[in-house]
């Protein structure tokens, strides 16, 4: 299993940037995927976008794919969200997950607030 921790949330105007790093540690040889949901209130938890541990899949969700980008830096153990043009609906917990091999349950970050202002 793998433990992971997000940061580089915060509060920022519309049109602004922010780039949230998720770092993990434990298990990293079991590692295949990580990426990116996020939940606002009253809302179901989204995917962002993923990113696989070794090669070059990386897929990010279409409503923001032209604003997000994702990648990851292996000899940190990190992976990242870069997320342009923000807008008030980007307002959101992102979460960081990670996908292992041998294991069928995702691990979680603990969260880290977006707040994009009008």
């Known amino acids: 299993q793998v433990q992971l921790v997000e940061s580089g949330g915060g509060l920022v105007q519309a049109g602004g940037s922010l780039r949230l790093s998720c770092v993990a540690s434990g298990y990293i040889d079991s590692l295949m995927f990580m990426g990116w949901f996020r939940q606002s209130p009253g809302n179901k938890r989204d995917f962002v976008a993923r990113?696989?541990?070794?090669?070059?899949?990386?897929y990010v969700e279409e409503s923001v794919r032209r604003r997000f980008t994702t990648s990851r830096d292996n000899a940190k153990n990190t992976v990242y969200l870069q997320m342009n043009s923000l807008k008030p609906e980007d307002t959101a917990v992102y979460y960081c997950y990670a996908e292992t091999r041998g294991d069928p349950k995702r691990s979680w970050g603990q969260g880290t607030q977006v707040t994009v202002s009008s």
């Open positions: 990113t696989s541990w070794s090669g070059e899949d990386t």
